[in-house]
């Protein structure tokens, strides 16, 4: 599959997640109102939103690297700030694999980042600049449908943290 292909198909599935992402949460309305749960929500939210965008980016202009790589590393802080956020408020009785080891979404997108930053770090795997961000982009989507589906599978109990 060209590069051109697959950044489209992302974005696509992407995107078509973020929607059905809205739709669970439009079914737990106890999400909206207990602060963690909700904060908890939007991170899986940007865990799809993201790649998403990335991937849209990607194709804006193949020719012109500077859209890609400023948007990737543009999204990659984010992630890795809204990431590094959620590590904090992430109760520890509730986590299960994906959730335990979230601090692995943070290091994709901090290679991401670098990636963007420094296009030749991908060529000591002998790999362009995109196809090691698709890579990264996959891990990150993988991720994201695990910590989606343990967010669900949790008890109903509200958290401890204060409802605003």
């Keep these: 599959m060209d590069l ?3 950044y489209s198909l992302m974005a696509v599935t992407c995107f078509t997640l973020v929607g059905l992402w809205w739709t ?3 079914r ?3 999400w909206k109102v207990d602060r963690t749960r909700r904060r908890l929500a939007g991170g899986v939210y940007l865990s799809f939103l993201l790649p998403g965008l990335m991937s849209m980016f990607a194709q804006v202009d193949t020719g012109n690297p500077l859209i890609w790589r400023t ?3 543009a999204a990659a ?3 890795i700030v809204n990431t590094v956020q959620l590590l904090g408020v992430d109760d520890a009785a509730q986590r299960g694999p994906f959730r335990r080891f979230r601090g692995l ?3 994709i997108y901090a290679v991401i980042a670098v990636i963007g930053l420094f296009p030749a770090v991908s060529s000591v ?3 362009t600049p995109l196809q090691a961000a698709a ?3 996959i891990l990150l989507v993988v991720l994201a449908h695990g910590l989606a589906w343990e967010f669900m599978m949790e008890h109903d109990e509200p958290s401890n943290a204060a409802s605003d």
Excluded: C, K, M, R
């Design 125 to 127: 795997a002998d790999w």
């Design 24 to 26: 669970v949460v439009e």
């Design 28 to 30: 737990h309305p106890e």
């Design 4 to 6: 051109s292909s697959f």
């Design 135 to 137: 890579l990264a982009l």
């Design 77 to 79: 802080l984010i992630g």
């Design 71 to 73: 948007s990737f590393t």
């Design 105 to 107: 979404v943070a290091l």
